[in-house]
């Protein structure tokens, strides 16, 4: 009786953290512009096809492919039952959440031999900040941080009876995971590194690691070829738009960013998302690889749990982007190894200091919740559909995809390629046959201390002015109200009360 208690306590508690959740999956964390971008695509794609781009930009360049078509098919069924709304895409990120701490308890269970201990800290994971956010959070990294703890356990679980049909099954998952996100990349490498270990201790050959790689390129040639049926340039456009974000740069540039990025983590450094308080789990990560790396001189098993994590660090070097939400990849590995250290080097003692932990996690993760309860986005919803009928067509900030009909809402992204479409902002209006625009006060902010934040929207400059005239020639003025939503940049959102207008283009207010 017991011990089926003790085998069933963990999904007791998920029941519970689950339905906890749930209350405030729509609170926290602050709604990110990515969500309804992703979103926005997912519902394009149920009416047009995975072949489509996002209908909300029409200037900015975008090339159809199919290296997220997988994400994208997985968030269909939850937009069909839920709607289109924000609770609906977040639920996807949070039942992944659930299951990583599902797998992650298993692989600590084959660890450790141990299921108290396995549950204890299986319990420290879901109560970190950043596990919670990520899995608040409607993007691809939670499931890719699902896929990695997947492979680790699957391999270490068969790693006494391995065959090259598990070779084959292991491919499997990773291949599929390039239909998930380009970041697939780190599960190959997780999965590589701990290959690596197994290959120096002679209990892997050579052969098994050239299976897993025929395996996983059989999957990106199916991805490629996918992606040639819907642009038949797709090679060119993936690599100008990889090139954009930096992934082709220098080695060694891209290498130098590495610290750079832990380093902007730690300080809360950020441009538009939100990162939570990790100095803690930064620390003891740092102390945690410190003495790992001096305790595989006794002990190489520890390697096991250090070379995937050096794996998914030099996955980040190779493709170069250091995007904060992404650091939910390295988190469970991370306290994979630091559990195997406090479990070799403690034995005993490990609860008092795991107790110690929980504590210090349950309160960063309590006053980091709190300030963001009260920024409600329906209480943003409520602002703009009070005054914008349904169907009408608007340029607004991307975070507003919701409260719109598909194709309904353009955004200010596109604006930055005016110039070189040689329109003007009243030509752009005038042919999109805009009749609303919401208008962030963060737009002025960026202007006035260009070029700074022209990562956000683009060149504000070469429109701003013109943009202002119409306002104050061919608009009127409807309504205006203060919002959280109206600065997307992090650092300066809780700065001030910051106020969004909402402009009819031409006429009057309707009554």
Not at 25 to 30: D, E, N, R
Not at 309 to 332: H, M, N
Not at 417 to 434: C, G, M, N, Q, V
Request: hydrophobic share 50%; charged share 20%; with cysteine.
């Amino acid at each position: 009786m017991k011990k089926r208690f003790e085998e069933k306590r963990i999904y007791i508690y998920l029941a519970f953290y689950l339905l906890l959740n749930i209350l405030f999956l729509t609170k926290f964390p602050f709604m990110h512009s990515d969500e309804t971008w992703l979103s926005g695509l997912s519902r394009a794609m149920m009416t047009e096809g995975l072949g489509t781009t996002e209908p909300f930009f029409d200037l900015l360049e975008r090339y159809p492919h199919a290296i997220k078509s997988i994400f994208h098919v997985m968030q269909m069924p939850l937009i069909k039952i839920f709607g289109y709304n924000l609770f609906a895409v977040r639920f996807l990120s949070l039942i992944f959440g659930i299951f990583t701490l599902i797998f992650f308890n298993k692989l600590l269970k084959k660890i450790l031999g141990s299921e108290t201990k396995a549950f204890i800290l299986t319990i420290l994971l879901s109560l970190d900040i950043q596990f919670i956010y990520s899995s608040h959070f409607a993007r691809q990294d939670i499931i890719i941080a699902f896929l990695i703890v997947l492979v680790l356990y699957y391999i270490i679980k068969n790693e006494e009876d391995w065959s090259f049909r598990k070779d084959i099954f292991t491919g499997i998952i990773i291949g599929l995971s390039i239909g998930i996100h380009p970041n697939s990349l780190m599960v190959a490498f997780a999965a590589g590194g701990l290959y690596l270990y197994y290959i120096v201790e002679k209990r892997f050959r050579i052969r098994n690691l050239l299976f897993l790689i025929l395996t996983v390129s059989v999957f990106a040639g199916i991805f490629i070829a996918i992606s040639y049926s819907f642009n038949d340039t797709f090679f060119s456009d993936y690599l100008k738009y990889g090139s954009d974000l930096g992934v082709k740069n220098a080695f060694f540039e891209k290498f130098e960013a590495l610290p750079k990025y832990f380093q902007k983590l730690y300080l809360g450094i950020t441009g538009t998302y939100y990162i939570p308080n990790m100095k803690f789990q930064l620390i003891l990560f740092g102390f945690g690889i410190v003495a790992s790396i001096i305790y595989a001189f006794k002990n190489r098993e520890v390697l096991k749990f250090l070379l995937p994590i050096l794996g998914i660090l030099a996955a980040f070097v190779l493709i170069g982007r250091y995007s904060q939400p992404s650091v939910i990849l390295l988190l469970p590995v991370m306290y994979l190894l630091i559990f195997y250290m406090l479990s070799k080097l403690l034995k005993k003692r490990i609860f008092i200091l795991t107790s110690l932990i929980g504590v210090v996690l349950t309160f960063v993760s309590i006053f980091s919740v709190v300030p963001y309860i009260n920024d409600d986005y329906k209480a943003y919803e409520k602002e703009i559909v009070r005054h914008i009928p349904q169907g009408s067509k608007t340029l607004a900030n991307l975070n507003a995809e919701f409260f719109f009909e598909e194709g309904d809402l353009l955004d200010y992204r596109n604006l930055d390629y005016l110039y070189e479409r040689e329109i003007s902002f009243s030509e752009y209006i005038t042919e999109r046959k805009i009749e609303y625009i919401v208008y962030p006060e963060e737009m002025d902010f960026i202007y006035e201390r260009r070029p700074v934040w022209n990562i956000v929207y683009g060149n504000l400059y070469p429109y701003y002015e013109d943009m202002n005239d119409f306002f104050f020639s061919d608009c009127t003025l409807i309504h205006e109200f203060t919002s959280p939503y109206a600065m997307r940049i992090s650092r300066f959102s809780e700065e001030k009360d910051w106020s969004v207008k909402i402009y009819k283009v031409g006429g009057q207010a309707d009554e």
